[in-house]
């Protein structure tokens, strides 16, 4: 029989599948010994149930009765007792941190009599109250979706944050929020405490489904399948007094990485309040000054926590009367500088491996740290300075509202007072987030810095008023332009310049990495990276100067140069010659023109990649698209004609365009087809690579290039282009070994593998067409028509053109270089289309067996570091 219900005493960290993440760390803390309040944790497979049926399994009721019973034992207090009562907190907690996405509630159990028990036993009226209102507020708003709005009218009215209310102001709060709550439920106030504690537990359950999880869940890629498990634990209350609190710590910066403790504490308060923001906070330096014995006892639990968890832990603490517990652990959310500095860190501490630290780092967090920075000998004087919550540098026009900034068009920063989770969708949409309140642990900065968002926080000068705010005697509003600092957390008007970040200036080798130590943290993972790796990291380049940066950056060849990108600009006029042609002549005349543009564009890339692959594909799209669209010439003519005008050369082009037209060129005459049916066009395009190759041989130069054939779906077609390039090469004197190979970009390709093989001394998986083959959709036309769609019904986890969509053409990937191989064991294989970037999909390539990912420049670094988090990743699992 299944079990739903684990006491804190009975789990550990490593049950995050059952207990989620936040049950498993509170039975770790158990464990240890920690001051944890009694509570116990409901499983993830109740909530995938309860989701598949709609209701609680009958199980799972008497489970609950059951630990309640033994939480009674040990607190010596019963819940639903009327004069001395306990109450108990339900908090969602999934397998992986969704910060603020699902729900809370707290202060389970007052009712209309209770509430007389706790202020008579507590010897604190104003506390039970304020404690009252709380759950009548949260408890509407999570259960029933009483809007939060409708509590928060009522709250300004009686004067505002709830720690300043006297107790009359509070009964009569929890009066009007007891109306508020029967205004939109139709039903009072629930007074029987188990009744409430299992509406409480259904809510969490239910909020796993809730629009913004779903949302948060996609935008950070956490299977929808999960579920959430829910923790009922003993009230421990910070809203005692004034020697009473509750706060956030993190062991080190989740900013910057730096040693040290950091946190927010906030006297006389609950949790949400520190986490919603609504309250500006005190350092965690000040609370060793209010109460010292619990700031010692604090930070010798950080330092056992991190040496357990061996990482930063982001702590939720409380205290009641000078009592200290522990709420919550975690492995903490960080900024990607810091990400990087303390798994070095770590590593000089001994505490993990090089390759536990390659684990500890993202690609996501690398391409942001390679992000522009704000050019601050540029910029005007700040409008005024918050809390520097998520670094980066943002800029666009000011949105008031969640609404506004997902509808945008342009670059847009959201401003809020604080932000809650229904502000998800704006937050996601918008360069960046600035709020009046709160602090580093708001919800604002924790879900920034999750996302890798530009944040300032706790903005306090900030006047917010409807669609304008005041700050400096200025008034801005809605559609103005402002640029926040999330390192610095200055806010500035205007748009201000932004300057090369310093991990790229590193890159490009304009500076060192020492005495900086997140370049010196970059530098050690990237070197460690490069030597666990067994992917090679190519580049895609069309230029001489493209090249040369990239290999700056890494790479290690250049894996797809696109020759018809030589074809642009003022060479275009060349190719409406070729393809005008009326005869061989003419045809001839076109290439011969065009050949020594293409011999120089080759001399350059390969000097840049002097010694380094540089794979060169044959022309690849159709002709057509050199030539302007066939409803534009059209229209030229027509209007020459109607003004009884001689349309010349537009008439000369319509005639050829309306010659080549096709009713879907991407599957008609390109690629290879091309170059059988337009004689010359590879011959000299071959003989332009083997002059440039004969000629850097000559200077002394070491060039290593390859020609790949576009398209192939049959070895017939590869075996005839092949026997022209052959010839062609041996023509030219001086010409070095160049190796023939074809990209396997149509689905036939890869089922003929084998076959293809025989004509190939290498494979590169064009994927961007080899997607869009096999699912039967053009990539240039479905992401407006159903892709978000297919996104929002789960059918798609994420665009199969970002990321492999590795049980279909990742099926088609393995056929084809399992049944090469087989016919040609020493057969090279790499991958030139987009996904070659795409971290997900460069450790499925690893997997895969393939020989080398080539992707943009810019993205050189972040397949580095992907590269040897695959290889570091497999070897691990392969050890154990």
Known sequence: MTRYVYDFTEGNKDLKDLLGGKGANLAEMTRMGLPVPPGFTVTTDACREYLRTGRMPAELLAEVEQHLRQMQNRMNKTFGDAEDPLLLSVRSGAKFSMPGMMETILDIGLNDASVVGLGRQSNDERFAWDSYRRLVQMFGRTVFDVPAAAFDDELAAVGGVGAD????????????????????????????????????????????????????????????????????????????????????AFTRDPATGRRGVYGDYLRNAQGEDVVAGIRNTMSLSELATIDPASHRQLLSIMQRLEQRYRDLCDIEFTIENGKLWMLQTRVGKRTPAAAFVIAAQLV???????????????????????????????????????????????????????????????????????TNPDDLPGMIAAQGILTSRGGKTSHAAVVARGMGKTCVCGADELVIDGDTFAVAGRILRAGD?????????????????????????????????????????????????????RLGVHTNADTGADAARARRFGATGVGLCRTEHMFLGDRRELVERLILAEDDASRAEALAALLPLQRADFEELFAAMDGLPVTVRLIDPPLHEFLPPLEELTARVARAEALGEDPGRDGTLLGAVRRMHEQNPMLGLRGVRLGLVIPGLFA?????????????????????????????????????????????????????????????????AALTAGQIAGAAEFFSFGTNDLTQMTWGFSRDDVEGAFFGRYLGLGIFAASPFETIDSEGVGELVRIAVERGRAARPDLTVGVCGEHGGDPASVSFFHDAGLDYVSCSPFRVPIARLEAGRAASQAAGSDSR
Not at 201 to 221: D, H, I, K, M, P
Not at 490 to 513: C, L, W
């Open 165 to 248: 209310l006297s107790v009359a102001q509070l009964k009569d709060l929890v009066l009007a929020y007891k109306k508020v709550f029967h205004s939109h439920t139709g039903r009072d106030f629930p007074q029987a405490p188990h009744e409430q504690l299992f509406l409480a537990v259904g809510a969490v359950f239910r909020s796993w489904n809730a629009e913004r999880a779903t949302l948060y869940r996609r935008q950070e890629r956490i299977p929808h399948d999960l579920g959430t498990a829910v923790n009922v634990m003993a009230m421990v209350f910070g809203n005692r007094g004034e020697d009473s609190g509750t706060g956030v």
């Open 348 to 418: 000089d501490e001994g505490t993990i491996t090089l390759d536990e630290a390659l684990q500890r780092v993202t690609d996501e967090q690398l391409a942001q740290l390679m992000f522009p920075s704000f050019d601050t000998a540029a910029a005007p004087p700040p409008l005024t300075t918050g809390v520097p919550a998520s670094p980066g540098a943002a800029a666009g026009a000011i949105v008031f509202d969640s609404a506004a900034a997902a509808a945008a068009t342009e670059p847009v920063i959201l401003v809020r007072r604080e």
């Open 481 to 533: 332009v402002i640029s926040i600092d999330g390192t610095s957390g200055k806010v500035y008007p205007g748009s201000v310049p932004v300057r090369p970040s310093p991990v790229v200036r590193y890159f490009e080798g304009e500076i060192t990495a020492h005495g900086d130590p997140l370049l010196a943290a970059v530098e050690r993972l990237m070197i460690h990276a490069d030597h666990e790796a």
């Open 684 to 748: 000299m395009q071959v003989r332009a690579i083997a002059e440039a190759a004969a000629a850097r041989v000559a200077a002394g130069g070491d060039p290593r290039p390859e020609i790949m054939v576009p398209l192939v779906g049959a070895v017939q077609e590869l075996e005839t282009v092949r026997a022209e390039a052959e010839a062609v090469l041996a023509s030219v004197p001086g010409t070095p070994p160049i190796r023939i190979g074809t990209m396997i970009e149509v689905p036939r």
